[in-house]
Structures are given as C-alpha cells and as structure tokens.
C-alpha cells in the first residue's frame, strides 16, 4: 500500500510534521512525503491513503499575499526566520482546487499557533472540507500541531505527529 504525504511550509515547521506523519505510517505503507509543488497527478493516482497539510494564515489555508507577507517577514534584518526551501511553490489552495481525481482514503492537518482554534483557526478543516467536495473518504478528523508565537514548533510535536501517522496506518489496516 502506498501513502502519499503533500504539505505546505513556509517555515519548515509543517515539512518537519510531515516526515514525522511519514515515519509513522511507513510502518505499513510505502511512503512519499512531498511539497505541493511536486505532487503531480501520477503520485496522487497512485496512492491509498493522501495526507495533505499545511500552515494556518489568517485563520485558514494561506493565499498568494500571506505566502508572501511570510517571505517578508523571513527576509527582515535580524528575523530569525528561516524559509523552507519548498516555501516557493504553490500553496494548497491552488492545488487542491485542481485535485485529480483518486480512490485514496484522506487525512489533513495543520500547523498552527498554540492558542484556542477559535481565535487562530484552522488550516486543516479548510483542507478536509475540500478533500470531501473531490469525493475523498477522511479516516480520522482533522489534526493541528502547535508552534509558538516564534514559529518554532512546540515540544514533543513531532512525537505526536509520528504517533498520529501510525494511527492513522493502523486504523486503516484493521478497516482493511
């Protein structure tokens, strides 16, 4: 069985949550872990189970304008960010708005600040909502991983992520 993993990451701190989840379900499936921009019609085709994720801007999925607002902020004198090399690319708005269609079963989640999803949002509903309008089946609800108000993931969050990845691949192997 084949796990296909596409995220989006302006700062690395979604890629980093991505080969966690990656790790997780390796343990059953053969596993890709991809940036948007590189997760072609073929490699969505041919997976069992896609697991799309990505950061909350504004509440939700990011644009064109808060992808660049990112880059800004990364490119300041002094800033401690950093862009994630994949961070060029597009975002998953765009993407998903063109999904092919697939059998894959579906999973999403998000990175966010740690502090009520009320307040921050969610990327990741964004994302499961539009899983289910191109017909995916989601396996679990919607995941957020916590980063600090200075963009730096929060403790044990790559634990869990990998923790989450084998979930999921174990509640699919038992659902068959």
Same mark, same amino acid.
Request: proline share 5%; hydrophobic share 45%.
């Given at each position: 069985?084949? *796990?296909?993993?596409?995220? %989006?990451?302006?700062?690395?701190?979604?890629?980093? +949550?991505?080969?966690? +989840?990656? @790790? !997780?379900?390796?343990?059953?499936?053969?596993?890709?872990?991809?940036?948007?921009?590189? *997760?072609?019609?073929?490699?969505?085709?041919?997976?069992?189970?896609?697991?799309?994720?990505?950061?909350? #801007?504004?509440? !939700?999925?990011?644009?064109?304008?808060?992808?660049?607002?990112?880059?800004? @902020? *990364?490119?300041?004198?002094?800033?401690?960010?950093?862009?994630?090399?994949?961070? !060029?690319?597009?975002?998953?708005?765009?993407?998903?708005?063109?999904?092919?269609?697939?059998?894959?079963?579906?999973?999403?989640?998000?990175?966010?600040?740690?502090?009520?999803?009320?307040?921050?949002?969610?990327?990741?509903?964004?994302?499961?909502?539009?899983?289910?309008? #191109?017909?995916?089946?989601?396996?679990?609800?919607? @995941?957020?991983?916590?980063?600090?108000?200075?963009?730096?993931?929060?403790? %044990?969050?790559?634990?869990?992520?990998? @923790?989450?990845?084998?979930?999921?691949?174990?509640?699919?192997?038992?659902?068959?």
């Amino acid at each position: 069985m084949r *796990a296909l993993v596409v995220y %989006e990451s302006m700062y690395g701190n979604t890629h980093r +949550i991505a080969d966690a +989840i990656g @790790e !997780g379900l390796a343990e059953v499936y053969r596993v890709d872990v991809v940036p948007v921009a590189r *997760a072609g019609a073929q490699l969505v085709q041919a997976a069992d189970l896609l697991v799309v994720g990505g950061p909350t #801007h504004v509440r !939700g999925l990011s644009r064109a304008t808060t992808r660049a607002s990112a880059a800004t @902020e *990364a490119g300041k004198p002094g800033s401690v960010l950093t862009l994630d090399p994949s961070a !060029g690319g597009p975002g998953l708005r765009d993407w998903l708005a063109t999904l092919p269609a697939t059998h894959a079963r579906a999973a999403a989640f998000d990175t966010r600040v740690d502090a009520p999803a009320v307040l921050t949002g969610r990327a990741a509903s964004g994302i499961a909502r539009r899983l289910r309008q #191109h017909g995916l089946r989601l396996v679990a609800e919607p @995941e957020s991983f916590l980063v600090t108000k200075r963009n730096t993931l929060e403790p %044990e969050q790559t634990a869990r992520a990998r @923790e989450w990845g084998k979930r999921l691949a174990a509640s699919l192997t038992r659902r068959g």
